[in-house]
């Protein structure tokens, strides 16, 4: 690729959604803006530009957003953060809480919403609780596939067997294929799922949330985008609620107002 081409489109990235492509990314950005060519039935990156015409192409923008996110995830993914969520969770319904809110501000293909689905069922035991879970994601074909929410045998291979029979319908594959299993309304109904870049706070968010998952994101974004998008998830957390962020991140050499509570846990004070 073109490096005034791959400067263009890292330009044009950024500014729609806040991720940093470094020219370590530009055989990366080019095997991926292949997709779009072929799709679109054009010959030349020249030819895709002027036909995003500098961002004003919204539609295609939020395609090529598509193909450029990176979307690695699974079911329990850092398990400890989902333990860390069954210790509080206990804490706060024996003090008589029984409204929750839980924000997955990164959520993917859905498998860490709906982890934290099951997670919350087995706390709850059936016990009259509101509790809700919003998932967003920048990414509408993921977002496509969370409200699906239908997953091959081998993505729910982290999903221990009694969670997968209790919460699971087993798709069967008439054609002698790998099997699928299709998430539970029980799950389902518990969830909403909406598009959100996180880089351009504020969001349509009243809060309050008790806990915010957005692990393994912020990686992508330079320090001010980081800075903006904690204060904003500051402002919509409750005090008291945690924050969780991937393992790989950390926010010590950025100027917030949260508490760290262990690795990659932080809380917002009473």
């Known amino acids: 690729m073109d490096p005034k081409i791959f400067n263009q489109l890292k330009t044009l990235i950024y500014d729609a959604s806040g991720i940093t492509l470094t020219e370590q990314k530009e055989t990366l950005v080019s095997t991926r803006l292949a997709k779009r060519l072929r799709v679109l039935k054009m010959e030349t990156h020249e030819e895709y530009l002027a036909f995003l015409d500098n961002g004003r192409n919204s539609e295609?923008?939020?395609?090529l957003l598509d193909v450029i996110s990176t979307n690695v995830t699974s079911f329990f993914r850092e398990v400890e953060h989902f333990d860390f969520t069954e210790k509080v969770m206990t804490e706060w319904l024996a003090e008589g809480q029984n409204r929750f809110r839980f924000w997955s501000a990164a959520s993917s293909s859905g498998e860490e919403p709906y982890s934290l689905a099951m997670k919350l069922?087995?706390?709850?035991?059936?016990k009259n609780v509101?509790?809700?879970?919003?998932?967003t994601d920048i990414s509408t074909k993921v977002l496509a596939l969370c409200m699906e929410g239908v997953y091959p045998k081998e993505r729910l291979a982290t999903v221990p067997k009694p969670m997968l029979d209790k919460y699971f319908t087993r798709i069967a594959n008439p054609e002698g294929g790998e099997e699928s299993y299709k998430v539970r309304p029980i799950l389902q109904n518990m969830i909403a799922f909406r598009r959100i870049n996180l880089s351009t706070p504020p969001f349509s968010i009243h809060g309050p949330i008790d806990i915010v998952f957005c692990r393994n994101v912020m990686i992508y974004f330079d320090k001010d985008v980081r800075t903006r998008l904690l204060s904003e998830i500051y402002?919509?957390?409750?005090?008291?609620?945690?924050?969780?962020?991937?393992?790989?991140?950390?926010?010590?050499?950025?100027?917030?107002?949260?508490?760290?509570?262990?690795p990659a846990i932080y809380y917002k004070k009473v």
Do not use: M, N, Q
């Open 121 to 126: 069922c087995e706390i709850f035991g059936g």
């Open 130 to 135: 509101d509790a809700k879970i919003l998932a």
């Open 60 to 63: 295609e923008l939020v395609s």
């Open 235 to 262: 402002r919509v957390l409750r005090p008291g609620g945690y924050l969780f962020v991937g393992h790989s991140e950390s926010l010590t050499s950025l100027k917030t107002e949260f508490t760290p509570v262990r």
